[in-house]
């Protein structure tokens, strides 16, 4: 079925027929099965009932086109591919999978949008396509000031040579960053030089609190967020319509040289005018939004109004599946709410860090409106719910969007979604537990579940009500039970592919990005194992010596295992001359805690290296034993003190099970230098 069919409207109603996909595309995995018939009739349902009239996103996403490059990829520096979207191109055919949520498959074919795009004529641009995030140029008096210069050095080096292409060369004179998350910062390399940046030439512009929020958000619980990542991005799942069908944001992640140059400018107040190259800029801060440190930017003169990753197209998350603090939805919305009145009155262009723009003032407060109200809602009728007994266990299944938002595609769930955004108002105020005592301090799942699958009368029955169950379509009822015997039973080669099958199914019927690849991605790994590849980068040596010394110090505590450090007792000063820094140290109660600005008066230990050096050993070019033996660092005290520390140390591996019985394959990630891959032992050694 062809695209024109696809959103066609007879009589007020959208008028569509599966297709046969399994013929025309196999299956990525043996064991993969087809859309089942309940699955076929979600999908009709979403067909038959949503707003496909409306296409005036599909004529945004194609205004301005200027030119796209001959190749769909975008090779890493180390020779592997870094961005593809090639491999997306069976969105392109314009048939109706019916494995895919037709609102989701509406927002990937949207993102097939690759190339420059003109935003407003000879003064703002866009390369979409490239990266989860867009590179946006802005023409200067002098040069380009470029906004979120996306996450990998190779994407953005690409947008810029499209530019220059087509544009013709100009230096870029400023970059802005719109917010702490690393596709909006990990490819400033990729267009600027940072002796550049050091001598002035060059403006690097970010929000009160950037790096601190850039570097923290990702390290304290870095290497499990990096695991539940290949879930929420379903970064190892092949491109496929049994698979990963897009990130709703855009495509997929690129998984090149994440890097970091620091701002020279703060945006400190809550709202701030720069002249940046001869541009008028008014930036307004709008921090614990999208990201903890995020700022808008209105260019008055123009009419324009950059909304960073606060408004794009689509509802963001509240939590994010990955891991990271719950998001206030409520002030969030505020925040919108000022924009609107602020510059939305007037602006002409509505332009973000990911989709297309939107033209026309009545277009940009629509969508304002609609996202500023849907923020609102969710975390007022979330709440109004809750005080009426509502819990967190049954939010999720309760809360409802207002149908004149549902109608509108701008705030669809292809980034957070109602069902795991409520649950996330609630956690934000109430915590995770639902006040029922049974649920205070439960069982493990693996040593509760042996009970129940005894008490349901062993394996067999269970495999059986679970394939009836499976049949009849009712797969989050056999989800209860199949997961149940999985866990008591991992091993169970039965079980665990039948819960793949049943994974299978709901994923199938997800419209968001997030919710689908969590499914499709367990049941990849019940059925093979830990899927191998290249995944995202979630830091490098730019971010390891951005980190603070207090935080670095922080990350050894988490690295430490208590249990190897029971009876030891040691204090350390820490002394970096450089930059004046000074940290109390002490391993005491099997915990080891650090303060800045204070001294032991006795330390069994004193360690004096400037902050420049000891970076050397935080990006894990060299140990702190070889710079004590050159000469580079020098110590008084007890040296064998580092050998005890060092033996407390534990390297995070990140191919940790989360499903029962998946063995990690040869999962290879993108990170070849940082704090979750490198041996921090040798801090010690």
Do not use: C
Not at 448 to 477: Q, R, T
């Amino acid at each position: 079925m062809k695209l024109v069919q696809y959103i066609s409207v007879v009589a007020g109603s959208l008028i569509l027929a599966g297709s046969a996909i399994a013929a025309e595309i196999e299956h990525f995995h043996p064991e993969g099965k087809p859309p089942s018939k309940h699955t076929i009739d979600v999908i009709e349902k979403a067909r038959a009932t949503m707003n496909f009239a409306d296409k005036r996103d599909f004529d945004e996403g194609k205004r301005g086109f200027i030119a796209a490059p001959k190749s769909m990829k975008i090779r890493a520096d180390a020779g592997h591919v870094a961005w593809d979207m090639e491999r997306y191109q069976f969105f392109a055919t314009g048939d109706a999978f019916d494995s895919i949520h037709p609102s989701l498959q509406r927002q990937s074919t949207l993102n097939l949008n690759f190339g420059l795009y003109e935003v407003l004529k000879d003064k703002i641009y866009q390369v979409r396509g490239f990266d989860l995030a867009n590179v946006t140029f802005v023409r200067g008096k002098t040069g380009w000031i470029v906004f979120d210069p996306a996450t990998a050095a190779e994407t953005a080096r690409a947008a810029m040579e499209l530019v220059d292409k087509h544009l013709g060369e100009l230096p870029v004179v400023a970059v802005v960053y719109s917010h702490s998350h690393a596709d909006h910062f990990g490819g400033v390399r990729g267009i600027v030089d940072e002796a550049d940046v050091r001598a002035g030439k060059v403006q690097i512009i970010a929000p009160t609190g950037f790096m601190l929020d850039a570097i923290s958000e990702n390290i304290y619980a870095g290497n499990a967020m990096n695991r539940r990542m290949f879930y929420q991005y379903g970064v190892l799942l092949p491109a496929s319509p049994f698979g990963h069908a897009g990130q709703g944001l855009a495509q997929n992640v690129a998984a090149g040289n994440l890097g970091l140059i620091a701002p020279n400018v703060t945006i400190e107040a809550p709202i701030e005018e720069l002249v940046v190259d001869g541009v008028r800029m008014i930036f307004q801060n709008t921090p614990n939004t999208e990201a903890p440190s995020e700022m808008n930017t209105y260019i008055p003169d123009w009419k324009a109004l950059w909304m960073a990753e606060n408004v794009t197209g689509t509802i963001h998350n509240i939590y994010t599946l990955r891991g990271a603090q719950v998001r206030d939805a409520l002030a969030w919305s505020k925040y919108i709410g000022r924009a609107l009145y602020l510059y939305g009155q007037e602006a002409e262009v509505m332009f973000a860090s990911h989709h297309w723009p939107r033209w026309g003032n009545v277009r940009v407060q629509e969508v304002l409106r609609a996202q500023r109200d849907a923020y609102a809602h969710l975390n007022n009728q979330v709440l109004h719910l809750a005080n009426q007994g509502v819990t967190i266990n049954q939010i999720h299944n309760v809360y409802e969007v207002p149908k004149s938002l549902q109608d509108q595609w701008a705030v669809r769930g292809y980034h957070g979604s109602p069902e795991h955004n409520s649950r996330a108002v609630i956690n934000r105020y109430l915590g995770y537990w639902d006040a029922n005592p049974a649920t205070l301090i439960p069982l493990s799942p693996e040593d509760s579940a042996p009970l129940y699958v005894e008490m349901m009368g062993g394996a067999a029955p269970i495999l059986a009500k679970g394939k009836e169950l499976h049949d009849a379509g009712k797969y989050k009822l056999a989800q209860e039970i199949l997961n149940k015997l999985v866990h008591a039973e991992p091993d169970n080669q039965a079980a665990r592919h039948l819960l793949a099958d049943v994974y299978e199914q709901i994923g199938y019927q997800q419209e968001n990005p997030g919710l689908r690849n969590s499914f499709l991605a367990g049941a990849f790994e019940l059925r093979s194992g830990i899927p191998s590849g290249a995944s995202p980068k979630s830091s490098g040596p730019d971010v390891i010596q951005a980190m603070s010394t207090e935080l670095f110090l922080d990350f050894i505590g988490i690295r430490m295992d208590s249990k190897k450090a029971e009876g030891m007792d040691f204090s350390i000063n820490l002394i970096t001359p450089d930059n004046s820094e000074k940290f109390a140290v002490e391993l005491s109660n099997a915990t080891f805690t650090n303060l800045e600005g204070f001294q032991h008066a006795d330390p069994d230990l004193t360690i004096t290296i400037d902050r420049e050096d000891l970076e050397q050993v935080m990006m894990g070019v060299k140990t702190l034993a070889a710079q004590i033996d050159d000469g580079t660092a020098k110590i008084k005290g007890d040296r064998s003190v580092l050998q005890k520390l060092a033996s407390t140390l534990v390297d995070f591996e990140i191919g940790f099970e989360i499903l029962p019985g998946t063995k990690a394959t040869a999962v290879a990630e993108a990170d070849d230098a940082g704090p979750f891959k490198q041996d921090l032992r040798q801090i010690s050694e």
